[in-house]
Each structure stands twice: as C-alpha cells, then as structure tokens.
C-alpha cells in the first residue's frame, strides 16, 4: 500500500525521504537533480530546494508508485475501508480467500 496525498518526510528531507521509503531510484534522480540545483542554479538555491521539496511531497506517492511497478510489484486492485486497517484487512481476506 502506498500513501496518496502529501508526504511531510519528503517536505523536511526532501531526497533522503525517498531513501527512507527504500525507493533507491527516485532517489538517486532527486539527488542528483538538488546537486544540480546547487551546483549550477543562477538564483538563491534555498528557494528552488525549497520547490523541489514540496514537488516531491505533493508527488511523492506517484514516484514510489512508479519505483514499485519497476521492481515488479503490481495492483491487484484498490481495497476501501474506513480505515488502512480495515482496507489491509480486506486485502487480505479477498488473497486468502484465491489460494483456497
């Protein structure tokens, strides 16, 4: 299961947020793009690491998504509940309920 919505690890540490959520390859692309940032920007870097953090908190849930689908793993379908308890538990009633 992955967070949709606003990602507040990936607002603080930008990057190293994605590193946290074991998403190697995001990453690597972020970091290499704030090294970028710092290296080459012709404004203040602060405001434009300041941008790329909140790009990567508001879109951060599509770029682990996308990391999940290279290595793999796959939607076997979205699971409603009133709570990510109840939703898991769904899930796993409908898995359990294929292998028997």
Known sequence: MIKQGFHWRLLVLGPL??????SWISFSLTAC????????????????LALLNGTLALFGGELIA?????????????W????????????????????A
Do not use: H, T, Y
């Open 17 to 22: 947020g994605l590193l946290l959520s074991r």
């Open 33 to 48: 793009l704030a090294a970028a940032i710092v290296r080459f920007a012709p404004v203040p870097m602060l405001p434009c």
């Open 66 to 78: 996308w990391e999940s689908r290279l290595q793999g793993n796959r939607a076997c379908g979205v």
């Open 80 to 99: 409603l509940g009133r709570s990510a308890a109840e939703a898991m538990l769904r899930a796993s009633d409908r898995a359990g309920g294929k292998q």
